[in-house]
């Protein structure tokens, strides 16, 4: 099998107050994993306009692969502001290209072929992308990775909705802020965050768990340890687009032959240099990608 490793939902532009970035959390996953030298792609959908004419310039310009279609819908913007510690807020454009990705056979090809998959709740928010997302899970091998990067956003998400992506996945990325909002989903207010780790890591018959927890430190749990990470002291520029770093620099690195803590610790790095940076896809040094 090909190292092909797939992002798929959401792409758009992130809209800050002094200019506009490319973003989407499945792309910069597929773009972060690329630069550890495996074959990352980004799919999703654009509209026929300009904004979407520059996405695909972005990705050439950045040599990342991509199977994007082209849909009668606007290519999706995000408006993004950023508290005084660089924390973003987000106001989502809705019924956007990204909701409306076609299922193809070109699409189907690159899932057979997928060695690993991220996928998030967000990009499922529409009924059209949704069902993409599912038929391509639906032909990815079965030993395949399959990770629910959850990805909450305003009211884009439902207790089926979560209920079902848990049953089609194997790894779980949750924040601090989601697993309080899943835990109240659940009933599970009255246990802990790793608590809460644990219940779905057994009831949902998950390999990997990672919960990242900003300036306080990240967990990675499977059934057999937990391994913890205190997050590096940084100046700050943004943290847009940083859990996606993290996501991709640990599945990188685990399929390099790293452990689950050399791993934990590459993506931990990884994600704090991205927080250094403006925007969700700078380039990231050789030291941490080797």
Not at 103 to 131: D, I, W
Request: aromatic share 8%.
């Amino acid at each position: 099998m090909e190292n092909v490793i797939v992002g798929i939902g959401e792409i758009l532009w992130d809209v800050f107050p002094n200019g506009k970035v490319l973003g989407g959390a499945p792309a910069n996953f597929a773009y972060h994993v690329s630069q550890f030298g495996f074959n990352g792609y980004a799919v999703s959908a654009i509209g026929g306009d300009e904004l979407g004419e520059e996405i695909v310039n972005c990705l050439s310009k950045k040599k990342l692969n991509y199977l994007i279609e082209t849909t009668p819908y606007a290519t999706g913007t995000v408006q993004v502001t950023l508290s005084g510690n660089g924390i973003p807020e987000y106001e989502i454009c809705e019924n956007v290209a990204w909701d409306n990705i076609p299922f193809t056979e070109e699409m189907e090809a690159l899932a057979r072929k997928t060695k690993t998959v991220c996928f998030g709740s967000l990009a499922q928010r529409s009924n059209a992308s949704r069902q993409t997302i599912n038929r391509f899970l639906d032909c990815v091998p079965k030993t395949a990775l399959k990770i629910f990067d959850i990805n909450l956003r305003q009211h884009f998400y439902t207790l089926e909705l979560i209920e079902h992506a848990l049953d089609r996945c194997n790894v779980l990325k949750i924040n601090d802020d989601e697993i309080i909002i899943v835990g109240e989903l659940f009933g599970w207010q009255s246990k802990s965050e790793l608590e809460i780790c644990n219940q779905l890591l057994h009831n949902c018959d998950l390999e990997i768990v990672v919960l990242t927890k900003g300036t306080q430190g990240s967990y990675v749990v499977t059934k057999n340890e937990t391994s913890f990470k205190p997050t590096p002291l940084v100046e700050v520029a943004d943290t847009v687009g940083a859990g996606d770093s993290f996501t991709a620099g640990f599945v990188a690195s685990l399929l390099k032959g790293k452990s689950i803590s050399e791993a934990h610790q590459i993506a931990v790095e990884v994600s704090a240099f991205v927080c250094t940076q403006h925007g969700a896809m700078p380039v990231l040094p050789e030291s941490l990608t080797k």
